[in-house]
């Protein structure tokens, strides 16, 4: 098959993922309409059969995510996209991804919340869940796009490190990166590097499925494969039997963490804005991030030193990074279209430097003149 | 004679990893016999091992029957969802032969949505609903299979609801293939299984089975062996008998085969659109 040569496209953010994530090479998609992310669907339910993907629409988000860890066993690249009060019913089977190491995407276009809240009203609101809302100890992948270009190219990334670390990955865009319309382009198909799932390479009566390599990660077999294995959310040994063993357990545990932790380095993706000589940092993710970089461009003009910290992945949360930020810092700003999620992160990593939370539940990011003037109120201290 | 314990070494070795045995079933639990119709039933289709199945289960009693047991790819899953990833797998790789076992609780209760929703499809995948009345695992609770007027310890005054009839549930729902049969009779019900994994469609075998621990002790149903003799008497479906409408009681759970019939199945009919996209 010859490769697709570059395209552009004017789009909306939630097209630009559904494209990415094709791009990526995903050919599976279990999706169930919910605002604002019902354009991912209606998309990818277009999309998929001229790909000779499968779309299917299911009884509810449950079966939805489910159904993707069933297509992900199958060697197949899978995702699901939804909003807060899908992920909340989704949340089980994350933990059961996570546990059976299972790759998948789940794209949320985040609305305002708790509950229904306001569906077609943007807010960053579920950036806490996707890291703690499934019960026990994991980590997880968390992206946060600012574009529609990023939600192209993080969404591949999102496939790339779910395929190399088999976990699930959160692309966690606000509802104003997913209905945003901006230029997209999309690479010549034989630009775009892609990264597939370990396969195992040992003869099959060797073959010890939960058995992880010097990188944390276990080679992974495809369901019909000559490798015959068996896969639980119960607490499993090597060869993914159930165990009820403390140090099973522990090692278990302590693997899936540090798969992702020590990989985090590999993971975590920032840009840094104006930040060399700043003496006022302002950390931002999607939408405000948009604000805080026109907000840096005009107290520069003022002559006031500020620069910005743009997470483009939260989680893993880049502590290192913001602890260095803090020593350079005189002040550090977190602005978040909620009621302050990250900035416990930030505090906790950045502390003893002074940090000052931004906090707008409401679909309106800060806007730059707001941002402008709390950098110059910090300034003039 | 046909028997399912006649060889020297037990036909079931053969598909089961023995390193994962004994199973974590009671003593008289009826699952064992299920396991048995079963591989009985792959035995009979001319399968040597078990490679080219893959085995869903949800959680419970009844999705301890292939998992870790049956030597094939098996995916172990959170409670009620077995269905709803097999939907998966099976769309993703049509040509695996996709199986659920499950309890009732499992695939009726906390799943009963994506039941009815895989029979409205029609999915190719055979489904084997352990039906013990009860949630085992957990004790003894009602569930929705559960005789109306049992004491189970979450109906401690007898439960006040009436239960689903799981085989004319799926039926109307779409499912190609239907049939119930019980513990007390093992070679019906192997036979049921073996008509469903040949199937193509959704198809539906309904097993209930005595369980001594929970629901004998709880419902005062007796031992195994007063279970058994309960199931020997209950009605036997005449051939194309109306399946109609009817509350499932203790002495009017009839056996048999509701539907077996042909129709468009769903990975075909997504592979039919393709064609036409194309
Ligand atoms: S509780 Fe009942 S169903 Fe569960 S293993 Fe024991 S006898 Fe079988």
Redesign the pocket.
Known sequence: MKSLPERVMFTMGDIAAAEGALSAGCRYFGGYPITPATEIAEWMARRMPELRGAYVQYEDEIASITSVIGASWTGTKAMTATSGPGVSLMLEAIGLAVMTETPLVLVNIMRGGPSTGQPTRGQQGDIMQAKWGSHGDYQIIGLTPASVQEMFDQTVQAFNLAEKYRTPVFVLADETVGHMREKLVIPDEKDIKLVNRKQPTVDPSEYLPFKADDDLVPPMAVFGSKYQFYATGLTHDERGYPSDKENIQIDLITRLNDKILKNADDIIDLEKYQLDDAKIAVIAYGTPSRSARRAIAIAREEGIKAGLLRLKTVWPFPEEAVAELATEVDHIIVAEQNMGQIYHMVRSAGAPTPITLMRKPAGMPQLPEEIVQKIKEIDSQ | MDTLTSSEKHFALQYLREEALPS???P????GITVNAFLKAVKDLGHEDLSGFAFVSGIG?GAWIPSPHFKGDTLHTTHGRAIAFATGLKVARPELKVVVISGDGDLAAIGGNHLIHAARRNIDMTVICSN?FIY??TGGQVAPTTFTGDRTTTSPYGNPERPFDLARLVAAAGASYVARWTTAHPNQASRAIKKALQTKGFSFVEIL?Q?????GRRTKAGDAVDMIQWFKSLPIRKRDEEAGYCVPTKQAHDLGEFVDREDTEFTEALKAMVRKVE
């Open positions: 974590p079933f009671c008289g639990c009826g699952n009693c013990n085992g695992m089975s369980c001594p621990t929970a629901y």
